[in-house]
């Protein structure tokens, strides 16, 4: 059976860094393409981050870029979300999602469409 768990939120004062991680089970981490988003109170989930299949590709929103990375630890079977300068607007719901239509260089942070099985959540608030 495919799931994903996620841990390492928390409550952080701006300009701290957290780093979520996603355990993955059923599959390994190199299998497919590992996304990561994110749901604040009354928003929609939206896309913030994603790996590739392949490892070689990276992509993340606007609001996030520069600030956050993704990357794998293959023999961990686990995917982390690196987030430094965290802003009061980053507080949400965090989630990793696994799409496994493309294999590759593939990715996309712009929709939710095509990951389809998802993780538990877990919270990260950013308050001083």
């Known amino acids: 059976q495919m799931q994903l768990v996620e841990s390492g939120g928390g409550l952080v004062q701006p300009g701290g860094s957290l780093r979520p991680s996603c355990v993955v089970f059923?599959?390994?981490?190199?299998?497919?393409?590992i996304g990561w988003f994110r749901q604040a109170p009354g928003k929609e989930r939206e896309g913030i981050a994603c790996?590739?299949?392949?490892?070689?590709?990276?992509q993340y929103t606007d609001a996030v870029k520069g600030r956050f990375s993704v990357f794998r630890d293959i023999a961990k079977n686990t995917v982390y979300l690196q987030m430094n300068s965290l802003k009061s607007e980053d507080t949400a719901v965090y989630y990793c999602?696994?799409?496994?239509?493309?294999?590759?260089?593939?990715?996309?942070?712009?929709?939710?469409?095509?990951?389809?099985?998802w993780g538990q959540g877990t919270q990260v608030t950013v308050s001083s």
């Open positions: 999602a696994v799409e496994r239509a493309f294999g590759g260089n593939y990715c996309w942070t712009s929709t939710t469409a095509g990951y389809d099985i």
């Open positions: 059923g599959f390994t981490v190199d299998q497919y393409a």
């Open positions: 790996l590739s299949q392949s490892g070689h590709r990276t």
